[in-house]
């Protein structure tokens, strides 16, 4: 496969029309008014043919691959489906989750996260924590508006994790359809069925 060359004219004299960059901001100011009157139109007549959101009372559906805020999946009683491993937290390239693990006596688990805490001013979104968590524990949720004045309260704890499963079922579904291709059972699966 061959490139094609082009060859960059660096030193060649502008006339100074060019160099007055009239005939560019002429162009520029066409294409915006062109753009404002076609908008205008639509929005008069009502036929809009653009992809416009009146945000605070129209949502987008993003996509099953968009990343929002962490949440730990909930179980039907009402604990976290962690079992404070801590390889989210080990996982974690900016150290923002914090796991303190403790023991339950006769129970179906034998550690549940006493403390677990996620600074979101911190997080980067990046997934590591869901893709190392081997029960499906956390999960990115589709929530992505964090925005805050006080840092003290980015500190989410425990119970502002805390989602039940079947809120999260369509990002749980796309997980296994994209680390699991074939369908196989995953280790979360194969440990609940037992």
């Given at each position: 496969?061959?490139?094609?060359?082009?060859?960059?004219?660096?030193?060649?004299?502008?006339?100074?029309?060019?160099?007055?960059?009239?005939?560019?901001?002429?162009?520029?100011?066409?294409?915006?008014?062109?753009?404002?009157?076609?908008?205008?139109?639509g929005?008069?007549?009502?036929?809009?043919?653009?992809?416009?959101v009146?945000?605070?009372?129209?949502?987008?559906?993003?996509?099953?691959?968009?990343?929002?805020?962490?949440?730990?999946?909930?179980?039907?009683n009402?604990?976290?489906?962690?079992?404070?491993?801590?390889?989210?937290?080990?996982?974690?390239?900016t150290?923002?989750?914090?796991?303190?693990?403790?023991?339950?006596?006769?129970?179906?688990?034998?550690?549940?996260?006493?403390?677990?805490?996620?600074?979101?001013?911190?997080?980067?979104?990046?997934?590591?924590?869901?893709?190392?968590c081997?029960?499906?524990a956390?999960?990115l949720?589709?929530?992505?508006?964090?925005?805050?004045f006080?840092?003290?309260r980015?500190?989410?704890?425990?119970?502002?994790?805390?989602?039940?499963?079947?809120?999260?079922?369509?990002?749980?579904?796309?997980?296994?359809?994209?680390?699991?291709?074939?369908?196989?059972?995953?280790?979360?699966?194969?440990?609940?069925?037992?």
């Amino acid at each position: 496969m061959t490139a094609r060359v082009v060859a960059v004219k660096r030193h060649d004299k502008l006339t100074w029309v060019e160099r007055l960059y009239v005939p560019k901001i002429l162009k520029g100011l066409w294409v915006t008014s062109s753009h404002f009157i076609r908008n205008m139109k639509g929005f008069i007549t009502g036929d809009r043919k653009d992809f416009v959101v009146q945000y605070p009372e129209q949502r987008v559906d993003f996509p099953d691959a968009s990343r929002g805020q962490p949440i730990l999946v909930q179980l039907e009683n009402g604990q976290p489906r962690c079992v404070a491993c801590g390889l989210c937290e080990f996982a974690c390239p900016t150290d923002c989750i914090t796991i303190v693990p403790g023991e339950l006596e006769d129970a179906g688990i034998e550690r549940y996260p006493e403390a677990f805490q996620i600074d979101m001013s911190r997080c980067m979104f990046c997934g590591f924590c869901e893709e190392a968590c081997p029960e499906e524990a956390i999960v990115l949720s589709r929530d992505d508006e964090l925005a805050d004045f006080d840092r003290h309260r980015m500190l989410y704890e425990n119970e502002d994790l805390q989602d039940p499963e079947a809120l999260l079922k369509r990002r749980i579904e796309f997980l296994r359809s994209e680390y699991n291709p074939h369908g196989e059972a995953t280790q979360a699966e194969k440990t609940r069925s037992m």
